[in-house]
Structures are given as structure tokens and as C-alpha cells.
């Protein structure tokens, strides 16, 4: 892939022991990986230049693409990447289900338990904003703070009790386990997209220093914690 354009990665500093404290941010870096495909990363903090004011966000041959799944399908087009090709139609509509599940459900929980929980929310606000000097940080965090609850309260999940919410991520969890079955990898005996999506999430939970609740229910399933390991050990072995 040398001689291909350089594609740069917008994201997130690393935080929290591990590549990236954003599911999506780590999802694309992780599926670039898998693709063996070329890129430089430039840290930003502030995504509001970004095109939906987001990030994960590219840059290749002159256009930016938001949104990690948005950008997964340009780059396999781009760059000929087919890491799906092993997957049966059925396949494919699971990791779709997956996917989505893990996106617009389990990641809102993560969201909670780190942002909002009162539990968690001084861990959290010291490993983000701790850097910063003191009526910085409080303004800051505060502003930040206050952004995501309206985000997730639009969402819907965190509008629940915290037990429910421990109960509805436990079922993903359930469901997630019950996927991978004795399987190495969700694509079966070599990852698929869908493998990025999922240790997004569960990198960030299982593997990131500051636990939640949720860190919990996903080391019931050692399935699951073994596939986390396998795969930052294969794609990021420099955060074992």
C-alpha cells in the first residue's frame, strides 16, 4: 500500500490507557489497521470543524469524510478493501444488527456511566479536563458535561434508572457473548468490519482505566474478555 495516498486520521488523543477513549475514534483506527492500510494520526481536541462536527474524521486526496462508518466505506472503495468477504449474507445482516446495537444502545451507557453517573463523573472529569488549570477545568468540564447530557437525554437511554440501564447494556452484553460463541473473531477465523465496531466498545469498556459498572457485566463473559485481549494484542500490542 505504499504507493497509495496518505490518509490522515482525525481523532482523539489516547486517554485512559488505550488508543482512544472514543469508541468511534478507536473503531476506525482499529479497522485501518485490520485494512493494513497507511495513515498518520493529527490530535484534536475541538471536532467542530470537523464536517459534522464530530470525530473520527479522514482526510484522503483531498476530501474529508466524517463519521467512522461513513469513512470505513469510502476507504473500501478508495483502497480496495474487502475485509467482508468471507461473510454469508446471514452474516452480514448479524454484524449489521450487531453494529447498530453496539452504536446507538451500548455505547449511550458507556456515555452515562463516564459522563453523567455522579459515581463516575470525578474520574472522568480528571482524566479529560485534569490538565487543565482550575476555573479552566471546572468551566470547561462543566460546559462539556452539560453538552452530553442533552446528547443523551435527546437519545433516550439515560433518561432510565440507572438499574435499568445496567439491565438493558447487560442483555447487549448477553447477545454479544452469544454471537461470538467459540469463534475467534466475529467474522469468523479473521475479523470482519464488524470486529472494529465491537472492540470500539469493548476496548473502552474492559480495558480502559477507569472502570464502570458496566466493566462488571462484560467481564461475566470471558469470551468476551479474551476476544478484547486478542484483538489489542494483534492491532495495538504497544497497549499490552
Known amino acids: 500500500m505504499a504507493d497509495e495516498p496518505m490518509i490522515t486520521l482525525f ?20 479497522w485501518l489497521r485490520m485494512a493494513d492500510l497507511e495513515y498518520a494520526v493529527e490530535v484534536t481536541p475541538d471536532p467542530r470543524k470537523a464536517p459534522l462536527g464530530k470525530l473520527p474524521m479522514i482526510e484522503h486526496e483531498g476530501q474529508r469524510i466524517a463519521d467512522s462508518g461513513c469513512a470505513i466505506s469510502y476507504l473500501e472503495n478508495a483502497c480496495d478493501v474487502k475485509l467482508n468477504a468471507q ?20 455505547y449511550w451507557a458507556l456515555i452515562y456511566f463516564r459522563w453523567l453517573d455522579e459515581a463516575g463523573w470525578p474520574e472522568t472529569r480528571e482524566a479529560f479536563f485534569g490538565h487543565l488549570g482550575g476555573l479552566s477545568k471546572a468551566v470547561i468540564s462543566r460546559v462539556v458535561r452539560r453538552h452530553t447530557r442533552a446528547q443523551a437525554d435527546g437519545q433516550g437511554l439515560s433518561r432510565h434508572s440507572h438499574d435499568e440501564i445496567l439491565r438493558r447494556f447487560n442483555d447487549d452484553m448477553n447477545t454479544l457473548a452469544a454471537c461470538l460463541g467459540d ?7 479473521q475479523p470482519a468490519n464488524i470486529d472494529a465496531t465491537v472492540y470500539g466498545l469493548l476496548g473502552n469498556v474492559l480495558q480502559a482505566s477507569i472502570r464502570t459498572p458496566l466493566t462488571d457485566l462484560a467481564e461475566q463473559h470471558a469470551v ?17
Open 11 to 30: 481523532q482523539f488523543a489516547p486517554n485512559l490507557g488505550l488508543p482512544n477513549p472514543s469508541p468511534f475514534c478507536l473503531k476506525l483506527e482499529t
Open 87 to 106: 461473510l454469508n449474507s446471514a452474516e452480514r445482516g448479524i454484524s449489521h444488527a450487531l453494529m447498530r446495537m453496539l452504536e446507538e444502545h451500548s
Open 183 to 189: 469463534k475467534p473473531y466475529f467474522g469468523g477465523y
Open 224 to 240: 468476551l474478555v479474551q476476544y478484547a485481549e486478542r484483538m489489542r494484542d494483534r492491532y495495538f500490542p504497544e497497549y499490552r
